[in-house]
């Protein structure tokens, strides 16, 4: 198929990024071009912003990128590499170059020390599930008990707030002019839409298989549900849970999501899920819910200021997190203390019951 020359650019700068040892995934290609389409563009720099947003550039490797962008979009020449021997070559492989590397966290370590900055990339083979009963229970509950809104779409109803008056016309034709009973309208509800953020960094690794099945039977059983993953990087994986077999959903995700038990940047992936309007858009009058320990490496300022920026546009924001199973729990890292008075519930995300409970109890609050 051919491609349009004013396209290729579009195309190649991914390629090129992956050639490079980006991890960049087929899902951010897609959504690389619907930025710029939605963008304008006005400038190049506006193709520059959405592709460092969308593509989850790391803060690291922004010289790297900004290279081959120059090299893609006016012809610059990227400045080579020294070639590298067969163990540095291996580890290339799992970790881009510039980037940092993960230390064990010493006794004397805050337990944000144990995130780290460093992205690894790689795939992760999900068992079968072992929490089906919870799943099935969320599954029967779901439709009634989601967050509910009112819409604007009226319907029929015994009682209303709008005398429904073409049902009533239509009834005095067929009774010679009398209307015995008036026919009301009113609002009609709809489940609100749901933004499921699955931290599926390194410190998350015990707890992201049972996250991304409460994610598959989410948007099996939700009206409007977005799943997105957060680590290094922004993924969104909503339309591969949309398949009805829970393994192969999963097993289909661990191929897309290429930063899964790496680092740990929540901050930027956070900021860049906004800075895509599309994507920011889905956050507007939703339930948004995280799942995350907050272990941040990149420190709590970012992170506050991304948490800050989705509190505005969502309905609420709710943050679950594993370190909360404890009934004693108190949020001891910088990150977690800084984000606490712009969300409306730290929950416990520990298992598939808490987090499954937590999601059908959230219209009640």
Known sequence: MSVSRALEPFLALPAALRQHGFAVSPDQTVGFLAAVNLLGPRSLD??????????????????????????IFLGETVPGQAPLDAEEDAAQAHEPAGADTEAEAGPEEEPGD???????????????????TALRQFAARAASALPRRIARRRAAARRGDRPDLARAMAHARRTEGEVVTLPWRRRVTRQRRIVLLIDVSGSMAARTEPALRVGHALVAAGERVEVFTLGTRLTRITRPLRQSNADRALAEVAGLVADIDGGT???????????????????????????SDGLERAGPEALAHAVRRMSRRAWRLDWLTPLAADPGFRPETAALKAILPMLDTLGDGSSVPAITEHLLTMGRV
């Open 114 to 132: 144990l995130a780290t900055r460093a992205e690894r990339l790689g795939q992760r083979q999900f068992p079968p599930a072992d929490d089906a």
């Open 265 to 291: 940047r929540i901050g930027a992936a956070l900021s860049a899920f906004l800075d895509v309007p599309r994507y920011g858009a889905f956050a507007s009058g939703a339930a948004v819910v995280v799942i």
């Open 46 to 71: 506006d193709i520059y912003r959405a592709a460092r947003a969308v593509l989850a550039i790391p803060p690291e490797r922004e010289a790297e990128f900004m290279a081959l962008f120059r090299a």
